[in-house]
C-alpha cells in the first residue's frame, strides 16, 4: 500500500520517531514522503550491522568496542559526506556530539573508556546527529528524490478542484502529519480507498433514508441552475468533508436542520462531480473520434462549461455529401479552365457565361451572397494552389462546440478570428430526394427538430429536387446556430460535380469575426430569383439555366417550456440570437 506524494509540499523541518527503523525495506513500505524524514539518512542496513556487531560484542574487550566506534564513526562520516560535505556548521556539530559521548558513559561520568559505550548510547549519538543534519537540510537536494509513504488509513475526503483528495493517516507516523492528498498520489492502495468510499456510501444511504432525501434529474437540473448564485460554476464544484457532517448530523441526531441542507447539497454536489466526470470523458472520446475524422482540417474542440450534456449519441461526423436512397452526385465534371495560370482575367471556370470572379487572390470571397460560384474542378490544369479553388482546399479553422448558456442547445464558436471573406465551412449532411424529406420532415416536426436544408437554386415550380439533412450524418455545421444579425452567409458552390440542382452549401465570413466570438447564419437567408446579385450562368454542358438563390433552412418549430402561450399557440419558436435586430421568431 503506497503513496506516492509529492516532496515539494512536505515540511521539511521534522525530527520524528522514525518508521523505517525496522530491520528492512518491507516491500510494502513506503518511500519517504518528507525530505526531513528521518529515513532520509538511510540507516537501516547500517544500523542492522551495527546492532550485529553490538549484540555480538555486548561483553567483548575494550578493543572489540573500540572496532565498533570505528564502524560507527564511518557512518557518521559517510553520512556527513553524503548530505552535507559543504556543511562545516554541522560537522562541527557532529565532531562535538561525538567526541562528549565518547568521554561520557550513561551515569554521566567523564571516561575514556570507549567499550562502556552502550548500543542505546549510540543510537542516542546517531539520533542526535541526524536530527541536527536533517536540520540544515539541503531541501534542493530532497525535493528530487522521488517519496513513498504507506497509508494507514483515510480519514475524510474533499473534493478541491475537481479532483478527489483524501486526507492520509501515514504509518508510523503521529497524526499530526496527516496530510490531504490528492487520488493521484494514492497508488497500491485501491483496497484501503474502495473501503473507504464504501463507508462513505453507506452513510449517505443511510442520511438519505432518515432525511428521506432522493435526488430526482429535475433536483440535478435546479441546483445547476441555481450554481451561479451560489458563486459556483459546473467546472468549479467541491464538496466538503461529507463524511465528517453526516457523522456530525447522527451524532446530534438529526436535529440539525442547517448541517441537513448542507449534507444534502453535498450530495448533489457528489452526484454532479461524477456524472461530471462521466461526461468530460465522453466529450474528449467524441472531440478525438472528430479531430481523427477531420485530420486537424478544421481542428474542433468540445466544451461544456453550462450543464451536464454529453456528446451527441446518434450523430455521425462527415466531411462532404453522403447520397441518401436514390440519389447519385456525379463527380466527373465534362468541362474544366484551359488557363496557364489562372486569374480574374483568364478564360477561367467562373468565366462561363459571363460570371464574375468569385475569389480575391487570398482565397477570400469578393462577390456577394446568391452569387453562384464555380470553382476549378479535376479537368482544369491548375493545382490546388489556383486562387479558384477554395472551398475544396477545405477549412483551415480552430473551433469549438459549446454548450450555449441561453437554451440554444450546442454552438458552434471560433477559437482563431476570422478575416471577412474566407471560408468558414461547407454545410453537409445526408443529399436525400424530395420525397424522402417530405417523410423526415413529418418526423422531425413531431420531434421539434430538424436539420433539413433544402437545395432549391433550380426551384422550378416550388419543388426542389434534393435537400441535405444533417440530423444525423454532418459536420461542424450542424451545431451552428441561427441569428438575426449573423456573421457567415450561404452560397452555392460547383466544384467537380456541375448538377445545378447540387451545388455545394459553403459558408463565407462577412464581417471580422473575432477569436471566441461565435459563428452563425440566418437560418431564413434568401437571395430570390429577382435578386440583383442573381447572375443567369451557362455551362456548356447543360442548356442554359436560371439559377437563382432560395436558401430554405427548413428548422422546424421547437416547443420550449419558456415560451408564452401565444408564441405555442402560433407555432413558432422563439429567437434566442440576442441581436438588435432580431426577428423574434426563427420560423
Ligand atoms: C441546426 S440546430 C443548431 C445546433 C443546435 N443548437 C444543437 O444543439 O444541435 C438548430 C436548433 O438550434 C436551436 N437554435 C438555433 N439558433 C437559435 C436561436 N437563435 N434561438 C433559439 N434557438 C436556436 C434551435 O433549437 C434549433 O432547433
Redesign the pocket.
Known amino acids: 500500500m503506497f503513496g506516492i506524494t509529492d516532496a515539494h509540499a512536505e515540511d521539511s523541518t521534522r525530527g520524528e520517531e522514525n518508521p523505517v527503523y525496522k530491520s528492512k525495506m518491507s516491500s510494502t513500505y513506503t518511500q519517504e514522503k518528507r525530505p526531513a524524514s528521518p529515513g532520509l539518512a538511510q540507516p537501516t542496513t547500517k544500523h542492522q550491522k551495527l546492532d550485529q556487531k553490538f549484540n555480538s560484542s555486548r561483553a567483548s574487550s575494550y578493543n572489540d568496542s573500540n572496532v565498533h566506534f570505528k564502524q560507527s564513526q564511518e557512518i557518521i562520516n559517510n553520512e556527513r559526506n553524503f548530505n552535507y560535505s559543504d556543511n562545516q556548521e554541522i560537522n562541527v556539530e557532529n565532531t562535538r556530539l561525538c567526541k562528549s559521548y565518547t568521554n561520557t558513559n550513561i551515569e554521566g561520568h567523564q571516561t575514556d573508556n570507549i567499550g562502556n559505550i552502550r548500543l542505546k548510547e549510540l543510537r542516542i549519538i546517531l539520533e542526535d546527529i541526524k536530527h541536527i543534519n536533517i536540520k540544515y537540510d539541503n531541501k534542493k537536494r530532497m525535493k528530487k528524490l522521488p517519496t513513498l509513504w504507506e497509508v494507514e488509513k483515510i480519514l475524510a475526503k474533499k473534493v478541491v478542484r475537481g479532483v478527489p483528495t483524501y486526507l492520509i493517516k501515514w504509518k508510523n507516523w503521529n497524526s499530526e502529519y496527516n496530510t490531504w492528498e490528492p487520488i493521484s498520489n494514492l497508488v497500491n492502495c485501491a483496497d484501503i480507498l474502495e473501503k473507504f468510499e464504501k463507508n462513505i456510501l453507506q452513510l449517505i444511504n443511510r442520511f438519505k433514508k432518515k432525511a428521506k432525501f432522493y435526488p430526482t434529474d429535475s433536483d440535478i437540473e435546479k441546483f445547476i441552475n441555481s450554481l451561479n448564485r451560489r458563486g459556483e460554476t459546473l467546472t468549479s464544484l467541491e464538496i466538503n468533508t461529507i463524511d465528517i457532517n453526516i457523522r456530525k448530523y447522527f451524532r446530534q441526531r438529526g436535529m440539525n436542520n442547517k448541517l441537513g441542507q448542507i449534507i444534502k447539497r453535498d450530495i448533489l454536489r457528489t452526484l454532479i462531480i461524477d456524472l461530471r466526470k462521466k461526461q468530460l470523458q465522453s466529450l474528449k472520446e467524441w472531440e478525438t473520434e472528430i479531430n481523427i475524422i477531420t485530420k486537424d482540417k478544421p481542428i474542433i474542440q468540445v466544451e461544456n462549461v453550462v450543464d451536464l450534456e454529453s456528446a ?1 449519441q446518434d450523430f455521425y461526423y462527415i466531411e462532404d455529401y453522403l447520397p441518401g436512397n436514390g440519389v447519385i452526385i456525379p463527380d466527373d465534371p465534362p468541362i474544366g479552365c484551359e488557363c496557364k495560370t489562372c486569374n480574374s482575367k483568364t478564360n477561367c471556370c467562373f468565366a462561363h457565361d459571363n460570371g464574375s470572379c468569385p475569389y480575391t487572390l487570398t482565397y477570400k470571397v469578393r462577390v456577394p451572397p446568391g452569387t453562384p460560384i464555380y470553382e476549378c474542378n479535376k479537368r482544369c490544369n491548375c493545382d490546388i494552389n489556383c486562387f479558384n479553388r477554395v472551398v475544396q482546399r477545405g477549412s483551415e479553422m480552430k473551433f469549438c462546440i459549446f ?2 448558456a ?7 464558436k471560433t477559437l482563431k478570428s476570422i478575416k471577412k471573406g474566407c471560408f468558414v465551412t461547407q454545410y453537409v449532411g445526408e443529399v436525400i430526394t424530395n420525397e424522402e424529406a417530405e417523410k423526415r420532415g413529418k418526423e422531425y416536426d413531431a420531434a ?4 433539413l436544408f433544402d437545395l432549391d437554386y433550380n426551384e422550378i415550380e416550388g419543388e426542389c429536387p434534393y435537400t441535405v439533412d ?1 440530423a444525423v450524418y454532418g459536420n461542424i ?8 444579425d449573423p456573421n457567415l452567409a450561404v452560397y452555392g458552390v460547383w466544384i467537380d460535380c456541375l448538377d445545378p440542382n447540387l451545388p455545394k452549401l459553403a459558408l463565407f465570413a462577412t464581417r471580422d469575426i473575432k477569436q471566441n466570438e461565435e459563428i ?1 447564419f440566418d ?1 431564413m437567408c434568401q437571395s430570390s430569383k429577382n435578386s440583383e446579385n442573381s447572375i443567369k450562368q451557362n455551362m456548356s454542358m447543360k442548356d442554359n439555366f436560371d439559377i437563382y438563390m432560395n436558401i430554405k ?1 427548413q ?2 418549430l ?1 416547443l ?1 417550456p419558456d415560451t408564452p402561450e401565444s408564441d405555442l399557440s402560433n407555432n413558432k ?6 441581436a438588435q435586430n ?1 426577428r423574434r421568431y ?1 420560423f
Open positions: 451527441p454548450r450555449t441561453n437554451g440554444r442547445g450546442w454552438g458552434v421539434g427538430r430538424t436539420y444533417a455545421s450542424h451545431f451552428i446556430n441561427h441569428s438575426c452563425t437560418y433552412f428548422e422546424k421547437e420550449r419558436t422563439l429567437c434566442k440570437c440576442g432580431c426563427l
